[in-house]
């Protein structure tokens, strides 16, 4: 991809975070990714489950060179902006952290997200003084490779089973402080829960999860104050939904009725032509 078609897409994702509220979905491959751009999105998100499920794999599972190769595929497919789930890195080490972000940046995306998970059940949550330092190498690595990817700290609370409000919050805190763009706490549902996290770490841009069937809308969300809200791997599980549906009619009940409702191959074609 050019340098400057890179640097057009950082510089219009950036300034998406100045005001109001845009949804940012995920798709998992180049034709999702192609289809939502041109439904209208103004930027898009990779989704490491959805990418690992059309792999045949867990979340999670995927290595690093799979990650980036993908990641390359995805900001490659459209014009838009696209923002990386990479997970917590691909790395043990803050040098090995740091190359791992060096090497996202060289895909062309324009933004990165670094999840504080540790993977362990016993201890699912990095030390806050680790989880920082974390951040600070992520940063100086963008900022060495240009300064222009956007940062976004995740404070991995309520994905791994510790729902302390106030821990995320003060986690949030320490990475803005760190120097992420942008904060995330997936996980939150309730308005209270958004608004105390969008008032604790204002005036940073918030990123707001909704993955699941929610009252909240856009418009709601918005009068929050969130500033981006993502799906995370619901497009692609609503996708693997259909799916199933319609296999397990056939496989269980000899049925094809779960093609009703599907697009027919023109409509896609058209998509796509």
Known sequence: MPRHAVEQKRAAFRE????????????WDAGSARLLAQLGFKALASTSSGHAWSRARADGQLSRADTLAHLREMAEATDLPLNADFESGFADTLEELAHSVRLAVETGIAGLSIEDSTGNPQAPLRELGEAVARLRAARRAIDDSGGDTLLIGRAENFFVGVPDLDDAIARLQAYAEAGADCLYAPGIRTREQ???VVAAVAPKPVNVLIGWPSELSVQDLAELGVRRIS??????????GGFLQAARGI???????????????????????
Do not use: K, M, Y
């Open 194 to 196: 958004i608004r105390t």
């Open 16 to 27: 998406l975070h100045r005001s109001g509220c845009f949804v940012l979905p995920n798709p």
């Open 251 to 273: 496989a269980e009940r000899g049925r094809f009725d779960g093609f009703n409702g599907i697009p027919s191959g023109a409509e896609l074609n058209g998509w796509f032509d």
């Open 231 to 240: 799906v995370g791997g619901a497009l692609a599980r609503a996708a693997w």
